[in-house]
């Protein structure tokens, strides 16, 4: 793809009119302009995708599948329209493989706790990568302990890919104790966008059931679950431009029929007696308990909104900050970039000899520059690079390469403050 500030030019991206629909971008910290680029780990909510909460609230409110009032079918409604537009979003081949949840974490879980009870057996194998975050690593760990199998790690190269070698012949990676590959799309720590559709076929070819963590992909590629071949496929809606508390597991049917339940209450029972329940059809087997109905259209609107955009624009021009950022990061003495993949989204983690992450995030905020320090809650890839935490940009696209500028300027000042 061409990042030059050209080519972005050319397709007349806007931000200016992208940022005028951030109403939090108005905002002042520390009586600087706010400088959000912490999106990885939420991002902003443009108006409509507010105003589709609050209406909800104002107009709607009721609760879903349960009543015969003109309120609780309009609710019921609107929710499954967001689950058709997810549905089309993601290319699924069916609205009832759109579950929802609260997010990444929750879905995941809900893959590991059914999928261990479904195929897990002493000995088995879980395939993971050395750049998961913890939310599909610990999952694995419990399910594993549970039912007695073994966690497999696919290793991370020095700029932050999957173990090359392995990259054309991911064989080895593989046994025929291999039951679940369990992959994130994209690193939230690294930035690097994975092969998972050739490890999915990889994986597939032997028998296993594939896992994709979506959480970072979302908001910037173009998903098509049908084209990766995934089986599951999991994502929050807060970091795609929608509400906290919202998150899908798309799920291929013929597995979700035959996976048990994770958590058990109304909505996904068919008949209860004291001596057995039985199970509500899909989607609602999944979706124990009253839903985050509000949230869950705030979603909908969320994905309507990226849409109403030219996806290649957004991110030719995340690529753009990405290497504007990287290029002038570079300049400042003693930086360290963890993760230097060929393939990133808009993401930067970094260190700075002589200079704690936590200092520095300190010192940019009080410019009203949002990062995000620490693990980024991957402990096991700060220890494969050896250091305790990194200083993290994530990009959106409201971002400026004005941003970008402060961004750097801020950090050459709080380096010399911190030396
Ligand atoms: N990463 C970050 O700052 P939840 O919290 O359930 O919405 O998403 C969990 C999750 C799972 N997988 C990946 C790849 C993620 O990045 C996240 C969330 C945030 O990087 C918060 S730790």
């Not at 589709?52 to 409110?61: D, H, Q, R, V």
């Not at 508390?245 to 004291?274: A, C, H, K, S």
């Amino acid at each position: 793809m061409s990042t030059t500030a050209d080519t972005v030019e050319k397709k007349g991206y806007d931000v200016e009119e992208i940022r005028a629909q951030f109403p939090i971008l108005k905002e002042r910290v520390h009586g600087k302009p706010l400088v959000y680029f912490d999106n990885a780990a939420t991002s902003q909510k443009p108006r409509r995708v507010i105003k589709a909460e609050s209406t909800y609230y104002a107009t709607i409110n009721a609760n879903v599948h349960r009543g015969v009032h003109t309120l609780s079918t309009k609710a019921t409604e609107a929710q499954e329209a967001a689950r058709e537009t997810i549905r089309t979003h993601i290319n699924a081949k069916h609205a009832h493989e759109v579950i929802f949840t609260s997010g990444t974490t929750a879905s995941l879980n809900l893959a590991a706790f059914s999928l261990g009870q479904l195929l897990l057996k002493k000995g088995d194998e879980v395939l993971i990568s050395g750049m998961e975050h913890h939310s599909n690593i610990v999952p694995w760990q419990l399910a594993c302990e549970r039912h007695g199998a073994v966690l497999k790690v696919i290793p991370v190269t020095d700029e932050g890919e999957l173990e090359p070698r392995r990259r054309d012949d991911a064989t080895e990676y593989f046994t025929e104790r291999t039951k679940v590959l369990a992959l994130t799309h994209v690193s939230n720590t690294l930035g690097t966008i994975n092969p998972v559709k050739e490890l999915i076929a990889e994986a597939k070819k032997r028998g296993g059931v594939t896992v994709v963590d979506g959480a970072q992909a979302i908001a910037h590629l173009d998903i098509d679950v049908q084209d990766l071949g995934c089986d599951l496929y999991a994502f929050s809606g807060h970091k795609a431009y929608g509400p906290t508390g919202t998150g899908v597991l798309y799920g291929r049917e013929e597995l979700l029929n035959e996976m048990p339940p994770w958590q058990g209450g109304g909505e996904m029972i068919d008949t209860v007696t004291f001596e057995k329940t039985t199970y509500a059809k899909l989607p609602f087997k999944f979706e124990a308990g009253t839903p985050h109905i509000a949230g869950i259209i705030g979603l909908g609107e969320a994905i309507r909104w990226m849409e109403d955009y030219d996806k290649q624009a957004m991110a030719a021009h995340e690529h753009l900050l990405l290497e504007h950022a990287t290029k002038e990061l570079l300049t400042i003495d003693g930086m360290r970039i963890i993760g230097t993949a060929k393939e990133k989204v808009g993401v930067i983690s970094f260190v700075i000899e002589g200079v704690h992450h936590y200092d520095l995030g300190t010192l940019l905020d009080q410019q009203g520059i949002a990062v995000r320090t620490g693990h980024h809650c991957t402990q096991p890839l700060m220890e494969r690079f050896g250091v305790s935490g990194t200083t993290r940009t994530s990009f959106a696209c409201f971002n400026t390469v004005e941003e970008v500028n402060s961004m750097v300027a801020a950090t050459r000042k709080a380096v010399k403050m911190l030396r």
